[in-house]
């Protein structure tokens, strides 16, 4: 089954926990602190395979998780590492974040990866945090929590040359005689329901990737027949050839045919509809010959290169590949430099963390009542095991050298004020 479009949700896993622990053994009077850190949790990574070309294998699961990273053990152990999962998806995938609708990847080459959720860090352990002055330390901080996004992954095909033009006009009768690509064919409109990659070989040694597309019809660009979900596919191509069906079988106009596939892939994307195209007019061993000449001219007189074919009977199409062949030698690359352009790689903090924010903030909540809220605050929470009294003084001692007492009396605070820190409640003494 072809999917080239799937939303799923990722999960880090989130930092293994450090642990409050005391050396005791045999002979060893008060032995120091020896609690371990916690494990990292394991990344998110998405990898090109290129032996994939869909999505199909990711839409059965709504979410997917990384593992989490084991706590800290005694004797200064630190916790495992959580492993990390890969999701292997076909070249040409782009990542975007769903909420934000932003890029935040584009993977085209062989192995490329990409971490799209980073793990959490792991907790420190008792034993960190043992100095001169704390020789006996009571508390360990918590692991952070693990990224959480919401993402949604497309397929571009990357292929040299589309193939674009109405229904039954003949595309994937020319793939697969070019290419090693079997289309389903028939004679009847829409046969081709996803799009088709081959490898076309020309001069010695020489070949290009070609993309035949389901056919298009007019309102493509507007979604009709599923034309924008086809139309995205010639995208990172490098030049189109339009295949007209020049008979009278389907009772169409070839040149009316010629500019409505224009006007959808102009309405679709400007830069699309600039590609170079070459004009095969296909079916010509059911019409005569004054009829191609007349529309071929026609055509000419655009500026545009025209090769009569015949699909079935093989005539004409090696020159139109040929022809092909050397147009794409002496075209620039359009991707070119495209691996150079910055694309917005942004590696999202929880949601939690307001790194924009700062460092304390404090917000009045209701009568008496305030929050503290702020990065420092948050990351404070985060890692703080409030059923932990040592652990819970350490976040308030820190707090305060952060100047939270200057800040609480310049807001206005006053005795007996409730003051809101994470998951607990103090009374505001001055």
Known sequence: MFLDEVEIRVKSGDGGHGIVSFLREKFVDKGGP????????????????????????????????AEDGENGESKNKKGATGEDLIINVPPGTLVYDNEKDKILADLIEEDAEFIVAKGGKGGRGNAR????????????????????????????????????????????????????AKPKIASYPFTTLKP????????????????????????????????????????????LIHIIDISDVEGRDPLEDFDIINQEL??????????????????????????ISTVKQKLKEKG?????VSAVTKK????????????????????KGKEEEEIDEVVIKPDFVDAEGPEIEIKRIGQKQYRIKGKLVTELVEKTNFDNQAAL???????????????MQKAGLKEGDTVKIGPVEFDYLE
Not at 39 to 56: H, W
Not at 133 to 159: D, N, Q, V, Y
Not at 304 to 308: Q, T
Not at 395 to 407: A, D, E, Q, T, V
């Open 129 to 180: 945090f043992k100095k001169a002055t704390r020789r006996a330390p009571r508390f360990s901080e918590k692991g952070e929590k693990g990224e959480e996004r919401h993402i949604k992954l497309e397929i571009k095909l990357l292929a040299d040359v589309g193939l674009v033009g109405f229904p039954n006009v003949g595309k994937s009768t020319l793939i697969s005689v070019v290419s090693g």
């Open 304 to 308: 545009l290169d025209v090769f009569p």
């Open 34 to 65: 020896d609690g371990g850190d916690g494990g990292d949790g394991g990344d998110v990574i998405l990898k090109v395979d290129e032996g994939l070309n869909t999505l199909s294998h990711l839409r059965y699961n709504n979410i997917y998780r």
């Open 393 to 407: 003084r350490r976040m308030l001692r820190i707090l305060k050298h952060h100047g939270l007492n200057k800040k």
């Open 266 to 291: 102009a309405g679709y994307n400007k830069q699309l509809a600039s590609l170079p195209q070459v004009i095969a007019l296909n079916k010509i061993d059911l019409v005569d010959n004054k009829k």
């Open 196 to 239: 088709n990659l081959g490898v076309v070989s020309y001069g010695e040694h020489q070949s290009f990737v070609m993309a035949d597309i389901p056919g298009l019809i007019e309102g493509a660009h507007r979604g009709v027949g599923l034309g924008d979900e086809f139309l995205k596919h010639l995208e990172r191509t490098r030049l």
């Open 316 to 335: 004409g199409v090696q020159d139109l590949i040929f022809h092909t062949g050397k147009l794409l030698e002496n075209l620039t690359d359009i991707n």
